[in-house]
């Protein structure tokens, strides 16, 4: 049950970010025209609302993007089932005792790291991602930040933080794609610990080059410089990015707030699925 507090704050942020108007372009036909109905109903009083939302139901039948179940009425994007067979981190219970944490002490400082779940090529995250990154889902983002915000309740990991922020997009990427799907995890993240979502303390200034055939170290090199923080930064920041494998592009982002005159009073990192040493 959200408050009314927490609806404000969505309200606030879903209007005033570019999620709220995602480029429908890759979505297929009947999610488009869910979408569309979606939003037109939303604002209706609750009895009408819930008739439209089985009516719509029906009409697009929801499915898991992992499993490709359909989905119940009781169940967000994901699937139970499929959201208790991914193995978890639990990391956010050690956040600076456990190996994501590890990959960056020394070379940023940093107050803890969290990450949902353990990233397992072609398991079912891999396709959870695909469909949200590549499909047009942010919605799927929004829902894992909220479902992971719920976990995070009450913990030491998130009782001083001030400000979620994404690892933004450079901007020619967000013009393709619509939206930034770090956003949308941030959004879900926000209406669970209903504390703000900001993207613009940290933004893209230039695009890096492919990194697929390059080792550890000059990717950590190449990202460097590629972002700036033009805002004042001095709050406690959570900052959440969708999959980490190296840590070379949060790591860049996170000097960027460190250069800003007001830089962060701290800075911890979140991200909902963590590559595991191959
Ligand atoms: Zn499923």
């Given at each position: 049950m959200r408050t009314q507090k927490s609806l404000r704050t969505l309200r606030y942020h879903t209007s005033h970010h570019p999620i709220s108007h995602p480029k429908q372009k890759n979505a297929a036909p009947g999610f488009r025209i869910r979408g569309i109905l979606a939003k037109l109903t939303s604002q209706l009083p609750y009895p009408i609302l819930s008739y439209f939302q089985d009516l719509l139901r029906l009409i697009f039948p929801r499915e898991c993007p992992a499993c490709k179940r359909e989905l119940t009425r009781q169940e967000g994007e994901v699937c139970l089932t499929c959201l208790t067979d991914i193995q978890e981190s639990e990391f956010h219970l050690c956040p600076t005792e456990n190996e994501l944490y590890l990959r960056f002490a020394g070379r940023i400082p940093l107050e803890g790291a969290a990450a949902l779940f353990f990233f397992d090529k072609k398991?079912?995250?891999?396709?959870?991602?695909?469909?949200?990154?590549?499909?047009?889902?942010?919605?799927?983002?929004?829902?894992?930040?909220?479902?992971?915000?719920?976990k995070l309740q009450g913990t030491d990991f998130v009782s001083e933080v001030e400000r979620i922020i994404p690892v933004p997009l450079h901007p020619s990427k967000m013009?393709?794609?619509?939206?930034?799907?770090?956003?949308?995890?941030?959004?879900?993240?926000?209406?669970?610990?209903?504390?703000?979502?900001?993207?613009?303390?940290?933004?893209?200034?230039?695009?890096?080059d492919t990194q697929t055939r390059k080792d550890k170290?000059?990717?950590?090199?190449?990202?460097?410089?590629?972002?700036?923080?033009?805002?004042?930064?001095?709050?406690?920041l959570l900052m959440v990015d969708d999959i980490i494998t190296t840590g070379a592009t949060l790591a860049a982002g996170i000097q960027a707030l460190y250069a800003n005159p007001q830089p962060p009073k701290s800075v911890r990192i979140l991200c909902l699925g963590m590559a595991r040493k191959e």
């Open positions: 398991g079912k995250f891999q396709a959870i991602m695909q469909e949200m990154k590549y499909h047009n889902q942010p919605r799927i983002g929004s829902f894992l930040g909220d479902y992971y915000g719920a013009q393709k794609r619509g939206y930034n799907q770090s956003m949308a995890i941030c959004e879900g993240l926000s209406r669970a610990l209903n504390l703000p979502a900001d993207d613009t303390l940290l933004l893209r200034t230039r695009r890096t170290d000059d990717r950590w090199a190449n990202v460097e410089g590629g972002f700036e923080s033009p805002r004042p930064a001095n709050y406690h």
